[in-house]
């Protein structure tokens, strides 16, 4: 039930935020010590996956979007192949440490320095002045870096997506919103798809097929919320969230 709700209440505010959702069910069920690490990162990933996949279906079949489709389908598919990277690194990090929980820290660590640096941006972003690249092969480069961190840290997008379409393609907070869960369905497909290849371990089945339920409720009540919202007011939420997530963050680098 724990799982569940988690995994509604993020994906909910991570549709309205676009920011996934597994920045929030990772470091929130990893401080309950429920699952080892990888299964955590690998069950956290599929309700996020879910959940992006909602919304990424549900705005091309209503046929609303806000973003250039050029430059966010090659930050998407930028995105899918630094996700099989930072899956890689994730793997390697694993080998490294005999205790898991030691991987947990390196990420809670990776996690707490993106929050705040997200934070900050966020807070004072009215005063900074933004690009707008058109290159596509810039754009796949730093869809590459999203994926890369957003596997890794087993966040599934995260707040740093947002930074990136707010600095380097000044979108307005919804078409950031939109292009950050366009990007992380397709990073979160190809993490996932080579995760399972390589095999996903002790796996709670009937959990991990509830999370995603979560996931994709949290996907159709974000989405409906999202659209009532102003960008001034996604954007307080989001800086509410990114306090409560820093907090979450150095309770579990202890």
Not at 28 to 42: H, K, N, Y
Not at 184 to 197: N, R
Request: aromatic share 10%.
């Amino acid at each position: 039930m724990l799982c569940i709700l988690v995994c509604f209440f993020a994906s909910t505010v991570g549709a309205v935020c676009g920011i996934g959702g597994g920045i929030i069910i990772k470091p929130v069920l990893e401080t309950f010590r429920i699952l080892e690490v990888p299964a955590l990162q690998f069950m956290s990933g599929c309700a996020v996956w879910s959940m992006s996949a909602y919304s990424v279906i549900k705005s091309r079949v209503s046929k609303e979007t806000r973003a250039e489709p050029g430059s966010r389908t090659m930050l998407a598919l930028g995105a899918a192949m630094g996700g099989a990277v930072g899956r890689k690194l994730f793997a390697i990090a694993l080998q490294m440490y005999e205790n898991s929980g030691q991987v947990g820290r390196i990420q809670a660590g990776g996690l707490l320095i993106i929050t705040v640096g997200t934070l900050l941006y966020t807070l004072y972003k009215e005063r900074i002045r933004t690009i707008h690249i058109v290159n596509y092969g810039v754009c796949v480069l730093i869809g590459g870096i999203l994926g890369m961190l957003s596997a890794f840290l087993g966040i599934g997008g995260g707040p740093v997506n947002l930074v990136v379409l707010f600095f380097f393609f000044s979108m307005s907070t919804k078409a950031a919103v939109e292009s950050s869960l366009y990007i992380i369905f397709f990073s979160q497909s190809i993490s996932l798809f080579l995760t399972i290849l390589s095999g996903v371990g002790n796996v709670d089945f009937l959990m991990l097929i509830l999370m995603c339920g979560g996931g994709i409720a949290g996907g159709i009540c974000g989405r409906s919320l999202n659209k009532k919202m102003s960008d001034k007011t996604v954007d307080r939420l989001f800086i509410v969230l990114m306090v409560m997530l820093i907090g979450i963050c150095i309770y579990n680098l202890k």
